[in-house]
T-cell receptor
Framework: DGGITQSPKYLFRKEGQNVTLSCEQN?????MYWYRQDPGQGLRLIYY???????QKGDIAEGYSVSREKKESFPLTVTSAQKNPTAFYLC????????????FGDGTRLSIL | QKEVEQNSGPLSVPEGAIASLNCTYS??????FFWYRQYSGKSPELIMS????GDKEDGRFTAQLNKASQYVSLLIRDSQPSDSATYLC?????????????FGKGTKLSVKP
């Protein structure tokens, strides 16, 4: 069954702690994306990657970091520099960046302890 | 700043009626348009894509695009309570590094039995 798997579903972060959200896809898609969704808000792009070992900042990259060492994987680290990390984080992928649409994983809900 | 505007709702329609959801966008260079359905607490699910002016039908869903007026709409015929969700409009411009999806904040639809 092809799809995008995000883990964990729920995550709690302590003050000053970095946490990493996992995103894995078996769709053989080149492009992957991370979005943040706050209540009543649209999706905002954090980072995207068009190809392995390459990624670009989106609209709200401050306080976040990513890596793309494998085509299938695009983990997002929420660093302690992100002062308001509580949100619903969504990972998406598409065949390539020029060709949409994007398909989403089930999301990770991050809260501060 | 490229923008996608949607009426936040809630839009309430009786079961069996036609629900009409509208979206306007600011960037005339936009070339791809998508509708996503998002149930409460879940991730967005792609339901329609449209790329050229006119209507595109898929089952009970019809997407309508008018590039001259810069709007895209989604009609849901024979609305069911299971259609109750937030509908996100997303627009893509292929221009350079700005060729990312821009999401509206969504319209909440409630279908009453």
């Amino acid at each position: 069954d092809g799809g995008i798997t995000q883990s964990p579903k729920y995550l709690f972060r302590k003050e000053g702690q970095n946490v990493t959200l996992s995103c894995e896809q078996n769709l053989n898609h080149d492009a992957m994306y991370w979005y943040r969704q706050d209540p009543g808000q649209g999706l905002r792009l954090i980072y995207y990657s068009q190809i392995v070992n390459d990624f670009q900042k989106g609209d709200i990259a401050e306080g976040y970091s990513v890596s793309r060492e494998k085509k299938e994987s695009f983990p997002l680290t929420v660093t302690s520099a992100q002062k308001n990390p509580t949100a619903f984080y969504l990972c998406a992928s598409s065949i390539d960046r020029a060709f949409q649409p994007q398909h989403f994983g089930d999301g990770t809900r991050l809260s501060i302890l | 700043q490229k923008e996608v505007e949607q009426n936040s709702g809630p839009l309430s329609v009786p079961e069996g009626a036609i629900a009409s959801l509208n979206c306007t966008y600011s960037d005339r260079g936009s070339q791809s348009f998508f509708w996503y359905r998002q149930y409460s607490g879940k991730s967005p699910e792609l339901i329609m894509s449209i790329y050229s002016n006119g209507d595109k039908e898929d089952g009970r869903f019809t997407a309508q695009l008018n590039k001259a007026s810069q709007y895209v709409s989604l009609l849901i015929r024979d609305s069911q309570p299971s259609d109750s969700a937030t509908y996100l409009c997303a627009v893509k411009n292929y221009g350079g590094s700005q060729g990312n999806l821009i999401f509206g904040k969504g319209t909440k639809l409630s279908v009453k039995p």
